[in-house]
């Protein structure tokens, strides 16, 4: 029983462009959202989050935007980088602190040159 | 500053043997959680720890699986009679807590594969 899925595992960017990944959740008691940017061999570093009392959420090339009616957020990275190519983790929590954080399969964005 | 540090990165084990991984928090981080990691999956929570305390293992597996966070030390993730469903790679974050979101930082990771 997948609460938060990414139905896209990769995604293919030119570079300059936007980059849009997309997430979906089940469980309505999620309150906090988070992205997290990994790349091979190292842990997951924290991108951005979005509590679920607002909507949007922007960190410089950064932006989260939550749908709650829709269940529904998505990273917007714009513009894109070479150095954004990794896997990015869509995660979902119940309360703020966050400790029991709740990950999607993730989605490989390739920025091309 | 060093960050959340876990070893060792690569182990191998046998079938039937126990397998021992260890992660130190980043310093004046109280707080460690350990996730599992299955080949094209996200994470799965499997427990958090306090130093000496247990808060939340609704993620480990109710058999073979065991975690400790000594006074003194760094957190041990344990699994007894390793099976080959085992293998995975095992990520271990610290937070700092007291904080209304107290971010997660997560360590290397260490590659378990049993053969």
């Known amino acids: 029983d997948q609460q938060v899925k990414q139905n896209s595992p990769s995604l293919s960017v030119q570079e300059g462009r936007i980059s849009i990944l997309n997430c979906d959740y089940t469980n309505s008691m999620f309150d906090y959202f988070l992205w997290y940017k990994k790349y091979p061999a190292e842990g997951p570093t924290f991108l951005i989050s979005?509590?679920?009392?607002?909507d949007k959420n922007e960190d410089g090339r950064f932006t989260v935007f939550l749908n709650k009616s829709a269940k529904h957020l998505s990273l917007h990275i714009v513009p894109s980088q070479p150095g954004d190519s990794a896997v990015y983790f869509c995660?979902?929590?119940?309360?703020?602190?966050?400790?029991?954080?709740?990950f999607g399969s993730g989605t490989r964005l390739s920025i091309r040159p | 500053n060093a960050g959340v540090m876990q070893n060792p990165r690569h182990l191998v084990r046998r079938r039937g043997q126990e397998a021992r991984l260890r992660c130190s928090p980043m310093?004046?981080?109280?707080?460690v959680y350990w996730y599992r990691q299955l080949p094209e999956e996200g994470l799965k929570f499997m427990v958090y720890?306090?130093?000496?305390?247990?808060?939340?293992e609704s993620g480990m597996p109710k058999e073979r699986f065991s975690a400790e966070f000594p006074k003194e030390g760094p957190s041990i993730l344990r699994i007894q009679q390793v099976v080959r469903g085992d293998s995975a790679a095992y990520f271990c974050?610290?937070?700092?807590?007291?904080?209304?979101?107290?971010?997660?930082?997560f360590g290397p990771g260490t590659r378990l594969t049993v053969t």
């Open positions: 310093k004046g981080h109280s707080h």
């Open positions: 995660a979902a929590s119940e309360d703020s602190s966050a400790s029991k954080i709740i």
């Open positions: 974050a610290s937070s700092q807590r007291g904080r209304e979101y107290d971010e997660q930082y």
């Open positions: 720890l306090q130093k000496e305390n247990i808060i939340d």
């Open positions: 979005i509590s679920s009392i607002k």
